[in-house]
Nanobody
Framework: QVQLVESGGGLVQAGGSLRLSCAAS????????MGWYRQAPGKQRELVAD???????NYADSVKGRFTISRDNAKSTVYLQMDSLKAEDTAVYYC?????????WGQGTQVTVSS
């Protein structure tokens, strides 16, 4: 089973940028969907963005135009470029690997946006 490790979180001012990385323990080329989710205190975990093996992407309305997801199969890594960050983007961000028959989560990385 693949293991996922997120990195790149931190504290940033509103309007700033961060890039999150999700490194997988093995090749992700056959993993149909890689995604980023987030969970703010007192709220349910929600999908931020995902990218399919064919390259198609999907974004939550709240991040469209500000966030960009990408996957580098050669490096077994998925990225989330976050620009124009807002205070409401503050959350723990989780990487997810979904191959259709299994779903694996990383441990999460904290993103805090100060207003």
């Amino acid at each position: 089973q693949v293991q996922l490790v997120e990195s790149g979180g931190g504290l940033v001012q509103a309007g700033g940028s961060l890039r999150l990385s999700c490194a997988a323990s093995r090749s992700i080329i056959n993993i149909s969907r890689m995604g980023w989710y987030r969970q703010a205190p007192g709220k349910q975990r929600e999908l931020v963005a995902d990218v399919h093996s064919g390259g198609s992407t999907n974004y939550a309305d709240s991040v469209k135009g500000r966030f960009t997801i990408s996957r580098d199969n050669a490096k077994s890594t998925v990225y989330l470029q976050m620009d124009s960050l807002k205070a409401e983007d503050t959350a723990v961000y989780y990487c997810n690997a979904n191959s259709g028959y299994s779903s694996v989560w990383g441990q999460g990385t904290q993103v805090t946006v100060s207003s």
